[in-house]
């Protein structure tokens, strides 16, 4: 909807998201259609991509079995798989972040000018799909000039000549950080001077325990397994989805190969840098939060797929732990273990679990349900009112009166308010109850009994009602 008639040039420059997939977007849907297959082979064509290339850097320094197993996470690991799948920029952002650290770590190894190009050019790629590519390139981009550094004074060949200068061997990282910044910084002064359309309501607060969840629980099985045990409203061993029993639970799958994968990699060069692409944005995270928290700002930044960057570089340091387990009777089983878990969650997100919320919220079917409220109006054409955003009704169904409530008095103040006004005698309300402003279900049962149901269908996490005030 955002990239069609007028409304693209906004979107593409206002957008809370860096611009770079919104203009490949714009011209491909109007190549290819914008179906539910044409919006996202792109993103699974850019995933496909991403697990080849993890497969392709991690087989000559750390091996072909850590490569495959590796590359076998990647590829069945359900927030992969989600986000592979959806028409976002999300898989987008970690495949040029990615290629952004491997280039740059192949860049200050040689340190030849085709290699600082490709280096520069993936770094700025990742930064203009989005800004949380920064998470890992710019201590990625520290960690590897330090480590350069450091094996110059002590005479290590295993990063290139070590009697070049500083400056020479610091020059790739140094020229990809001039040309980045010479892009970045005017789109920051611009997006700047339109920081109040940048904030997002569902966005959090990094507590510490938060990296525990993302690696331990949401990497490897995408929030698929249920809750377990009676739920409660708040408390960290008692909250809502119940995630601590659940981690408790995949732990003994998921942590002893990342010990090991980390005990695997600490002695390579290569290794060091998987590990810091995940630590560091993990802690840069947790510190920006807690500045804003001590500044007094209401500003928050947190959501899982803020750290989705750091997903192929998980799948590697469990790869490489998984590729070191010792010999013996029981050791295939063993390595293959953590995968099935992660495929049975994939195949869980896409079944039984499809409509519940997993990696991220359902995708609500815009598409169905203007569809059947258009055979059921005939020529009436009654008016849409909803909770959620009303793009889709417009793009769906062009030309029809649609409004998004407020949420500011209340579901049943404002549904009576609109109804009470002319063409409102009958009208559809579409309830989404993972976007706009959250209606608890017992407000919106008791908001609906004041009208009669003429009719009433879910669409995924949509649901549809036709109202009459009579």
């Known amino acids: 909807m955002g990239l069609s008639g007028d409304s693209a040039r906004h979107l593409i420059l206002r957008d809370v998201h860096n611009p770079l997939y919104n203009l490949m977007m714009y011209p491909w ?62 898989v987008f952002t970690v495949l040029f972040t990615t290629l952004g650290v491997m280039t740059l770590d192949a860049a200050i190894r040689s340190r030849s000018f085709r290699d600082t190009a490709i280096a520069t050019l993936f770094v700025v790629l990742a930064f203009a799909t989005d800004a949380q590519s920064l998470l890992v390139l710019v201590p990625v981009g520290v960690l590897v000039t330090w480590m350069s550094l450091r094996d110059a004074r002590a005479g290590a060949l295993s990063w290139g000549r070590s009697d070049a200068g500083v400056l020479r061997r610091a ?82 799958f998921v942590l002893p190969p990342m010990i090991r994968g980390v005990r695997a990699l600490t002695s390579t060069p290569s290794g060091v840098v998987t590990l810091g692409a995940i630590l560091w944005p993990v802690l840069l995270m947790y510190v920006m939060s807690e500045a804003l928290v001590l500044s007094g700002s209401a500003l928050r930044l947190y959501q899982p797929r803020n750290l989705l960057v750091v997903l192929p570089w998980f799948c590697i340091v469990v790869g490489a732990g998984l590729a070191a387990i010792p010999p013996g009777p029981l050791r295939l089983a063993r390595m293959l273990l953590p995968i099935v878990l992660s495929l049975c969650c994939t195949v869980a997100i896409r079944t039984f679990r499809a409509d519940a919320v997993t990696v991220n919220t359902p995708n609500p079917d815009w598409r169905g349900a203007l569809r059947w409220i258009e055979a059921q109006d005939g020529p009436s054409r009654l008016p849409v009112a909803s909770n959620s955003m009303v793009q889709p009704i417009w793009y769906y169904s062009p030309g029809r009166d649609a409004m998004m409530l407020p949420g500011r008095s209340g579901l049943a103040t404002e549904l009576e308010t609109l109804s009470s006004g002319p063409g409102f005698g009958e009208f559809w309300y579409i309830h989404n109850p993972h976007w706009g402003f959250r209606v608890p279900p017992e407000e919106l049962r008791a908001a609906l009994e004041r009208y009669r149901t003429l009719d009433a269908r879910t669409f995924r996490s949509l649901e549809v009602f036709r109202l009459s005030r009579e």
Do not use: Q
């Not at 109007?30 to 792109?42: C, K, L, M, N, Q």
């Not at 993890?54 to 590829?75: H, I, N």
């Not at 020059?171 to 611009?190: E, F, M, R």
């Open 29 to 90: 849907i109007r190549v290819f259609g914008d179906s539910e297959i044409a919006i996202r082979i792109p993103s699974l064509c850019a995933a496909l991509i991403l697990i080849w290339l993890v497969w392709r850097w991690v087989v000559p320094r750390f091996g072909a079995r850590a490569g495959a197993l590796a590359a076998a996470m990647m590829a069945v690991s359900p927030v992969a798989v989600w986000y592979s799948t959806e028409a976002k920029n999300n």
């Open 171 to 252: 020059g790739p990282v140094l020229i990809c950080a001039l040309v980045a910044a010479a892009v970045i910084t005017p789109w920051v002064i611009y997006k700047a001077g339109h920081a109040s359309e940048l904030s997002r309501r569902y966005v959090g607060y990094f507590d510490w325990h938060e990296p525990i969840r993302l690696l331990v629980l949401w990497f490897p099985t995408g929030g698929a397994i249920p809750p377990i045990g009676p739920e409660h409203p708040g408390g960290w061993f008692g909250d809502r989805e119940g995630w601590v029993i659940r981690a408790l639970l995949v732990t003994p």
